[in-house]
């Protein structure tokens, strides 16, 4: 369904968060992660932030979830799923969250650990986070 989604509004490959929402997240090895369960905007810019995984659980219960970088994912067409390149102990060693105990996405604080963690720019400072 996301490949055919996606061919066809080719060439212009504007999509609805809707159709990436619930879609499988995958690491390079094709080992399973979660799924994407929510895009976050950064509405004082108008891009996309964060893709939020969720991992384990039954249902939603017991279920935790992750503030993942944006850039740090790829789309696969192929598989129809995200790629997030990071190894499952260190996916599973990342801070997390649970739905009802999201993190204040708007500090910059916050903000530089996650893309540190995830080795990701950030895309609200100028060039590389800072060290």
Same mark, same amino acid.
């Given at each position: #369904? ?10 212009? *490959? ?14 390079? +090895?094709?080992?399973?992660?979660? @799924?994407?369960? =929510? %895009?976050?905007?950064? #509405?004082?810019?108008? !891009? ?6 969720? !991992? ?11 503030? %993942? ?6 789309? +696969?067409?192929?598989? @129809?799923? #995200?790629?997030?390149?990071? $190894? $499952? @102990? !260190?996916?599973? /060693? /990342?801070?997390?969250?649970?739905? +009802?105990?999201?993190?204040? #996405? ?6 530089? +650990?996650? =893309? !540190? ?13 800072? *060290?």
């Amino acid at each position: #369904m996301l490949k055919a989604l996606l061919i066809a509004s080719f060439p212009s *490959q504007v999509i609805a968060c809707s159709t990436l929402a619930g879609e499988a997240v995958l690491n390079a +090895d094709g080992e399973g992660f979660g @799924e994407l369960a =929510h %895009i976050v905007i950064d #509405m004082t810019t108008g !891009r996309i932030a964060y893709g939020v995984v969720a !991992r384990g659980g039954v249902f939603g219960i017991g279920e935790k979830l992750f503030a %993942i970088p944006w850039s740090a994912f790829s789309l +696969d067409l192929a598989r @129809e799923c #995200m790629v997030l390149d990071i $190894a $499952a @102990e !260190r996916l599973d /060693a /990342a801070p997390g969250f649970d739905k +009802d105990h999201w993190p204040e #996405m708007a500090d910059p604080a916050w903000a530089l +650990d996650v =893309h !540190r963690y995830y080795e990701s720019p950030a895309y609200r400072f100028s060039g590389s986070p800072p *060290q």
